[in-house]
């Protein structure tokens, strides 16, 4: 680093008075070597080697007070703890979240309603010698379950997939002190006329602070896809108990469903050779959520799988 942004502090966060207090502070927390201001923030080259995870979340509850937070880093072998002002949170307007929320009730009671008019299928695939493999597929067929009940009964269960998977993301984030939107639903396109859609795009919450530590990274990153996974375990072996089997008449399309998926009901229920299942609607809520949880593991961008990649 060059002496120059290190001597110049006509425009710091803190006066003098301050950075003897963080310096204080910082002391008090870690084994200080070098205390200065760095491009004008207050800036501490810790000791080495010395346990940092626990003083520096200790640390950041010191700076609360003070509207401050700090970054620690590793630069060129050396651990570097800075301190800047906290950015300002936008406060977020719930309204949007209800509104998107009934929006989203409203798509996915269509796509109950339909999926109880036109139910999804699975049936056995004998000639790969697996007992009990299936594939799902979709098809047209009579009704089994009153459109309105299936739309109510569809819409609780995807809801509940989703809800709970973003909610513990929320619950991990107030855990760990990061500020976080509420869950913002997302509508989709409904099934119609032979179209194969859920009513949702999903749901996701919006982080408004950093998280102090990998720990917490990781925490909020896994917390959804754990508790949506179980929640869409649950619902798929509810669903799966009330789907009606039907005789096979050899024109059905099928789509594969994922493996796990294919395992749950094996348990619940046996198949014969010429029989196919006809999806609850509860039973399909519980095979988007298996696919979604499968895609947010994927370790990209923004997805969960990403976050516990980065941590």
């Known amino acids: 680093m060059s002496e120059s942004p290190r001597e110049s502090s006509d425009v710091s966060v803190v006066g003098q008075t301050d950075f003897e207090r963080l310096k204080q502070l910082a002391s008090a927390r870690f084994q200080v070597e070098e205390a200065l201001m760095d491009h004008n923030l207050p800036t501490f080259y810790l000791k080495q080697p010395q346990e940092t995870k626990q003083a520096f979340l200790g640390f950041l509850k010191d ?5 401050l937070i700090a970054l620690l880093r590793r630069v060129d072998g ?96 107030n855990k760990h002190k990061i500020e976080a939107t509420p869950p913002y639903f997302i509508p989709g396109p409904p099934a119609f006329s032979g179209y194969l859609g859920i009513g949702t ?24 896809p754990i508790i949506g996974f179980i929640v869409a375990f649950i619902v798929s072996i509810i669903g799966l108990a009330f789907s009606p089997i039907r005789l096979a008449t050899g024109t059905e399309n099928f789509l594969p469903s994922p493996l796990i998926f294919e395992l749950f009901a ?39 799988g990403g976050h516990v990649a980065r941590s």
């Open 63 to 67: 700076l609360e007070p003070l509207n």
């Open 78 to 173: 050396k651990i570097v703890l800075r301190i800047l002002p906290k950015p300002p949170v936008k406060k977020s307007d719930v309204r949007v979240n209800w509104l998107l929320f009934f929006a989203t009730v409203a798509t996915t009671f269509v796509t109950g309603f339909m999926l109880s008019v036109r139910p999804p299928a699975i049936m056995p695939i004998h000639a790969l010698v697996v007992a009990n493999t299936f594939v799902t597929g979709f098809m047209l067929s009579e009704g089994f379950i009153d459109p309105y009940v299936g739309g109510a009964s569809f819409t609780v269960a995807i809801m509940a997939v989703l809800g709970m998977h973003e909610m513990s993301h929320k619950l991990s984030a």
């Open 201 to 224: 795009f999903g749901a996701v919450i919006m982080q408004k602070s950093l998280p102090p530590n990998r720990d917490a990274l990781y925490d909020v990153g896994s917390s959804g």
């Open 266 to 304: 094996s348990f619940v229920i046996r198949i014969p050779q010429g029989y196919y299942m006809l999806l609850h609607p509860v039973a399909f809520a519980g095979w988007v959520g298996m696919i979604v949880t499968m895609l947010n593991l994927l370790p990209a961008a923004m997805l969960d």
